[in-house]
């Protein structure tokens, strides 16, 4: 009799132990199918692994991530975070931007989801499928898209709440500006543009890219909104263009606002005569890509726009908003390096971020 009780308790726990099937639609319209929950997950995209992380609240299922997503964590707030996230292997693609995938490489990491660039071309995902392997696919350009990355990694990790949460998040900041923004004239929107590269080129976000949504979310006007996602330019178009704000992206290590102050060919554009040039912030992620942490981009460039108009409380917000996202508080210090005051203090009215 004994031993038909341990049987059935057995067989119950085993019942318990069978995870449910998990399926959900990339954004490509795939249909992707797991046997539970993802324990072993690759990252492509160079935003995903941050995201998939915070998501996550932790390393353990990330297996592997590109090589430019480490570099956003390494001696950045999230290494301290999450110290173990450097150990993570990172040679799954080529070199550089490259998002072709090294699948003996993945294979060997044994991933049971890998997340890969859907608006690309086939030729990166085509070598994953016909290896075998499950691929979630998500795109770039628009905030839906964004929500959607969270939605499916909210998803896959059985944490939908927390997923939640951070779209309610960017729900009430994009409102909260919206409203802040609506009463800005054309006129008095400040010309903007943003290089994705600038020293090894001069390319520049167009609009269908991501970077023109939050431009003009807070309060300013891409001045190369004409053009695509991101666009390679000449020196004259720029000058024409006599932008009045100067975004710089994240992904160039070495490139400062001073590499632009000192280039002679742009010394009669607005931006450069009145000092606003602006290396983007990072912290758990680049701020200029779509990334957990979109929100505090928008607040922190309506006030680089409007300094007259806007003053949030920026230390109070990033840090009630790290406790939610990763359940750490940051000083005063952490602030500013998020905020990049080692590149910025000098720009016109960076003050305004010097006490939150």
């Given at each position: 009799m004994?031993?038909?009780?341990?049987?059935?308790?057995l067989?119950s726990?085993?019942?318990w132990?069978?995870?449910?099937?998990?399926?959900?639609?990339?954004?490509?319209?795939?249909?992707?199918?797991?046997?539970?929950e993802a324990?072993?997950?690759?990252?492509?995209?160079?935003?995903a692994?941050s995201?998939?992380?915070?998501?996550?609240?932790?390393?353990d299922r990330?297996v592997?991530?590109?090589q430019l997503?480490?570099?956003?964590?390494?001696?950045r707030?999230?290494?301290?975070?999450?110290?173990d996230?450097?150990?993570i292997?990172?040679?799954?693609?080529?070199?550089?931007?490259s998002?072709?995938?090294n699948?003996e490489e993945?294979l060997?990491?044994e991933?049971d989801?890998?997340?890969?660039?859907?608006h690309?071309?086939?030729?990166i995902?085509?070598?994953?499928?016909n290896?075998?392997?499950n691929?979630?696919l998500?795109?770039i350009?628009?905030?839906a898209?964004?929500?959607k990355?969270?939605?499916?990694?909210?998803?896959v990790?059985?944490?939908?709440?927390?997923a939640?949460?951070?779209?309610?998040?960017?729900?009430?900041?994009?409102?909260?500006?919206?409203?802040?923004t609506?009463?800005?004239?054309?006129?008095?929107r400040p010309?903007t543009?943003y290089?994705?590269?600038?020293?090894?080129?001069?390319r520049?976000?167009?609009?269908?890219s991501?970077?023109?949504?939050?431009?003009?979310l807070?309060?300013?006007?891409?001045?190369?909104?004409?053009?695509g996602?991101?666009?390679?330019?000449?020196i004259?178009?720029?000058i024409?263009?006599?932008p009045?704000?100067i975004?710089?992206n994240g992904?160039?290590?070495?490139?400062?606002p001073k590499?632009?102050?000192?280039n002679p060919?742009?010394?009669?554009?607005s931006a450069?005569k009145?000092r606003?040039?602006?290396?983007?912030?990072?912290?758990?992620?680049?701020w200029?890509p779509?990334n957990?942490?979109?929100p505090?981009?928008?607040?922190?460039l309506?006030m680089?726009?409007?300094p007259?108009?806007?003053?949030?409380?920026?230390a109070?917000r990033?840090?009630?908003?790290?406790e939610?996202?990763?359940?750490?508080?940051?000083?005063?210090?952490?602030?500013?390096?998020?905020?990049r005051?080692?590149?910025n203090?000098?720009?016109?009215?960076?003050?305004?971020?010097?006490?939150?």
């Amino acid at each position: 009799m004994k031993s038909l009780a341990f049987a059935a308790a057995l067989a119950s726990a085993a019942s318990w132990a069978i995870a449910d099937p998990i399926s959900f639609e990339d954004q490509r319209e795939r249909t992707v199918t797991l046997d539970g929950e993802a324990e072993r997950v690759v990252t492509i995209p160079i935003p995903a692994a941050s995201m998939f992380i915070a998501v996550d609240g932790g390393t353990d299922r990330l297996v592997g991530m590109h090589q430019l997503s480490k570099t956003a964590i390494k001696g950045r707030i999230l290494e301290r975070f999450y110290p173990d996230a450097l150990a993570i292997p990172s040679n799954i693609t080529g070199k550089g931007f490259s998002f072709v995938p090294n699948v003996e490489e993945l294979l060997a990491l044994e991933p049971d989801l890998v997340f890969q660039w859907g608006h690309l071309n086939d030729d990166i995902i085509d070598p994953l499928v016909n290896a075998g392997l499950n691929v979630a696919l998500i795109k770039i350009g628009q905030e839906a898209f964004t929500r959607k990355w969270l939605t499916i990694m909210g998803e896959v990790t059985g944490k939908p709440e927390k997923a939640k949460a951070m779209i309610d998040w960017r729900d009430d900041v994009m409102a909260e500006l919206q409203a802040a923004t609506a009463g800005i004239a054309e006129g008095d929107r400040p010309r903007t543009l943003y290089f994705m590269n600038y020293l090894s080129s001069l390319r520049v976000a167009g609009g269908k890219s991501y970077n023109n949504f939050y431009i003009d979310l807070a309060g300013g006007k891409n001045v190369a909104s004409e053009l695509g996602m991101f666009v390679e330019v000449g020196i004259e178009q720029i000058i024409s263009w006599d932008p009045e704000v100067i975004l710089l992206n994240g992904f160039e290590a070495k490139l400062s606002p001073k590499d632009v102050y000192d280039n002679p060919l742009l010394a009669d554009v607005s931006a450069v005569k009145s000092r606003r040039v602006y290396k983007m912030p990072l912290g758990g992620y680049r701020w200029d890509p779509p990334n957990q942490e979109s929100p505090l981009t928008w607040l922190w460039l309506s006030m680089v726009l409007h300094p007259d108009k806007f003053n949030w409380d920026m230390a109070d917000r990033i840090n009630r908003n790290y406790e939610f996202i990763y359940g750490q508080s940051v000083d005063a210090d952490d602030v500013r390096n998020i905020l990049r005051f080692d590149m910025n203090a000098d720009a016109a009215n960076y003050d305004i971020f010097a006490d939150g």
